[in-house]
């Protein structure tokens, strides 16, 4: 292995820190010493993995876009990549603090994840992300042994995955299950087959759903953590890997259970808890999969496309068409890191509420960057094809951002999660006439920063997520959707007093007065869904389109509002020109007419874009260095 490790890495002996070394633990062979990360919050340490991985674009980098491209091409994991992962121990990141991790919030994991999302986001699921939405559950309701099993295995470097059970819309990663029987001495006997299951050739354990009970009712399944360790050798059947389009170095492979016999300690809970654990850990995954993978490979995405422009004739001076696509992109990015950061944190500071904007956060980020990605592909043109170092990371995002949403099968998940919720605005709605109600906290919309004055990982100093404070039952209380939408109504309100700061305050508080409006139209319309069931009327699926907008929305109006200007990230985000472009294109998303934007806001926002480009800092709401 090549043993420069931070090829085209900035210097790290600024705060911050140079990686210091310590012996070597976990299931590795390599001579070469762990890397320890400084002491600090998310992002302290996603400032350390940044400079870790090094200048994507440095030829000699061994983790740069010439070795992850040709390794995606070989449809193989990148091993020095993964081997510098595993001395930095990222194992770790997934592990509570009170269980000897890093995890203290899920704000400062994505944010640590973002460095290495925004170079490959298969190695980002592979070698990261699934051990989490595995872990969750235990972290969730499994027992103390379970609790230290899990952590043991994730701090010695061990792997772990999950099993989904079969969903109806199922793609090929959530078709098939497993069934349970009870075993005549005590425990269960599991059988069954899944084709396409992440790390299902190399995990050392399974967090599995499996059928407990026929029918489709809430008891009907239940988890079990297995541990390969302790399974009759015949009883586990790994199967061949499978070949996908999107993720193509990830290890899709897989498995099949035949008379499996598992200790009644292998439960996670309680016979039939599997639905509502479900319910209850899928909002860390939406979100994670939102706040990390999502944003962070449009964030590259909108670079691919930059530097295009950059190398063109006319050099990097945005104008016309080009100015108008990439300004919009980069309004689309900071509005829905807006919202995915806000779904973040409220999973780190009531994450009692989360249910549904967790929900509502993956709806609209897929749907908004989905859309994106097709405009940043008109400005490429032929690079959008390259297959080379350069550009090819922009086809790999193509193919593997799909899969990381879950493509149909995860609009389909949130949407069974939202539509329900509807009626409930009907209600919120009739006590929004005589003002906008209970606002969400402002610490919602603070995202962590370097210069936000707090070591925790979190903006405000808040404690981190307690994944047994996740509930499967939605509340309507200030802190979810509803106090969201209140946010919304508020300020548009206190905006309105802000007219006489010029043309684009003017402006901002018109479209803010337009998406209020449509706060009450929305609550209206939910209303009329009395007279059929929600779940069948085609009207309410619109309606869950204009709601998550409307959430969008809401983030960014807040964001904009409690952005610290001394700082340089927040001296953009406080600034109207990027909330008034984002509301711009939501609007004529939702129909609205709404006039264009005064002069010289996408001029203005497009140089802010170029200027980011330029002294190589990200393209999201954190604005961090970038290597």
Not at 287 to 308: E, I, K, N, P
Request: glycine letters at 12%; aromatic letters at 6%.
């Amino acid at each position: 292995m090549n043993d420069s490790l931070t090829a085209g890495a900035a210097d790290l002996s600024a705060p911050g820190g140079r990686p210091t070394t310590g012996p070597t633990t976990g299931p590795t062979t390599s001579p070469l010493s762990v890397l320890t990360p400084p002491a600090g919050g998310g992002a302290v340490r996603a400032r350390f993995v940044e400079e870790l991985l090094g200048d994507p674009f440095a030829a000699a980098n061994p983790h740069g876009q010439h070795a992850l491209l040709a390794a995606d091409e070989r449809r193989e994991v990148p091993a020095a990549t993964e081997e510098l992962l595993h001395r930095y121990g990222l194992g770790a990141e997934f592990v509570p603090a009170a269980l000897g991790g890093r995890l203290t919030g899920v704000e400062a994991l994505a944010q640590v994840l973002r460095p290495l999302l925004r170079r490959d986001v298969a190695l980002g699921f592979g070698a990261g992300m699934t051990a989490l939405f595995a872990a969750s559950v235990v972290w969730t309701a499994g027992t103390a042994q379970q609790r230290r099993d899990t952590a043991r295995l994730l701090l010695g470097g061990g792997r772990i995955t999950i099993l989904h059970r079969e969903f109806a819309h199922a793609n090929a990663i959530l078709r098939g299950e497993y069934t349970a029987r009870p075993a005549p001495g005590g425990g269960h006997i599991l059988d069954g087959r899944k084709e396409v299951v992440i790390n299902a050739d190399r995990a050392d354990a399974f967090v599995a759903y499996v059928r407990t009970a026929p029918g489709e009712g809430p008891d009907s399944h239940s988890v079990f953590l297995l541990d390969t360790g302790r399974l009759p050798a015949k009883a586990l059947r790994r199967l061949p890997r499978a070949r996908t389009h999107g993720m193509r170095g990830a290890h899709y492979a897989g498995l099949e259970l035949l008379h499996c016999p598992v200790p009644a300690e292998a439960l996670v809970g309680a016979v039939g808890d599997g639905v509502p654990l479900a319910l209850r850990t899928f909002q860390v995954s939406r979100a994670l999969v939102s706040g990390g993978a999502l944003v962070a490979g449009m964030d590259s995405a909108l670079r691919y496309a930059v530097r295009a422009v950059a190398e063109s004739r006319r050099g990097v001076v945005l104008r016309g068409r080009r100015a108008r696509v990439l300004a919009g992109v980069f309004a689309d990015l900071l509005a829905c890191d807006s919202l995915a950061v806000t779904g973040l944190r409220l999973l780190d500071l009531a994450p009692e509420h989360a249910l549904i904007p967790s929900a509502a956060v993956k709806y609209a980020v897929s749907a908004l960057l989905h859309e994106d990605l097709d405009e940043l592909a008109a400005v490429l043109g032929a690079r959008g094809y390259d297959r080379g170092p350069a550009y090819g990371g922009f086809q790999k995002l193509v193919r593997d951002l799909p899969v990381a949403g879950l493509g149909h099968a995860g609009t389909a998940d949130t949407q069974a999660v939202l539509v329900p919720h509807l009626r409930s605005l009907a209600a919120a709605g009739a006590g929004w006439r005589d003002g906008p109600g209970h606002e969400a906290p402002a610490a919602l919309f603070t995202p962590a920063t370097h210069t936000s004055g707090t070591g925790t990982g979190t903006g405000s100093g808040v404690g981190g997520l307690d994944f047994r404070r996740l509930d499967a039952e939605p509340r309507d209380a200030g802190a979810g959707c509803d106090g969201l939408l209140a946010v919304l109504l508020g300020a548009a309100a206190r905006l309105d007093g802000q007219r006489h700061h010029g043309p684009r305050w003017a402006a901002l508080a018109d479209l803010a007065a337009a998406f209020a409006t449509e706060v009450h139209h929305l609550a209206e319309r939910c209303a009329a869904l009395t007279s059929r069931p929600a779940t069948t009327a085609p009207a309410a699926y619109v309606l869950v389109d204009r709601y998550c907008l409307l959430l969008a929305a809401a983030s960014c109006l807040a964001v904009r509002e409690n952005a610290r200007p001394h700082t340089p990230e927040g001296a953009l985000l406080a600034a109207p020109d990027w909330a008034l472009l984002a509301l711009t294109r939501f609007g004529r998303r939702l129909g609205l007419d709404v006039p264009a934007p005064p002069d010289g806001v996408t001029q203005d926002l497009a140089a802010g874009l170029v200027e980011r480009y330029r002294n190589g800092y990200s393209f999201d709401l954190y604005g961090m260095r970038l290597a």
